[in-house]
């Protein structure tokens, strides 16, 4: 049985729906929903990065650690997958796992980058 394919307005109606969930705190839902999207479009990182995010604001690290590795090879300049892959992390207790998520984070930021004071307070508290 082949899958219909889903038109770009209607892709962006799921996304929004998605989000709606996630705002409002439905958090299972809006997994559900994203999943979906990562399911139909592989290769979008944003469903990822949805996915990932929601994920971890429920308290599910170890799944979110598999969104979070999408992300980041989907989009690999990007730092934010692998300090949010670090964050999963820690609330692991992986601290290992987590220095090096923050090395592969610090080395796509910038100076002045916005995550860069985030990074350097999380090796602080970490002892990282």
């Known amino acids: 049985m082949e899958i219909p394919t889903l038109e770009e307005a209607e892709?962006?109606?799921?996304y929004a729906f998605g989000f709606a969930h996630y705002g409002s705190g439905h958090l299972h839902e809006a997994a559900d929903v994203f999943r979906v999207l990562c399911t139909r479009r592989p290769l979008e990182s944003?469903?990822?990065?949805?996915?990932?995010?929601?994920?971890?604001?429920?308290?599910?690290?170890?799944?979110a650690l598999h969104s979070w590795a999408?992300?980041?090879l989907l989009?690999?300049?990007?730092?934010?997958?692998?300090?949010h892959a670090a964050e999963c992390c820690l609330s692991l207790q992986k601290v290992k796992d987590a220095a090096k998520a923050l090395r592969e984070a610090e080395n796509r930021v910038t100076e002045g980058h916005?995550?860069?004071?985030?990074?350097?307070?999380?090796?602080?508290?970490?002892?990282?």
């Open 11 to 14: 892709v962006e109606r799921f």
């Open 46 to 63: 944003k469903f990822w990065f949805a996915l990932g995010a929601t994920l971890q604001e429920a308290m599910s690290y170890q799944d």
């Open 70 to 72: 999408m992300a980041a």
């Open 75 to 83: 989009k690999r300049d990007d730092p934010y997958p692998h300090f």
């Open 114 to 128: 916005p995550l860069l004071d985030k990074i350097i307070v999380l090796r602080q508290q970490w002892h990282l």
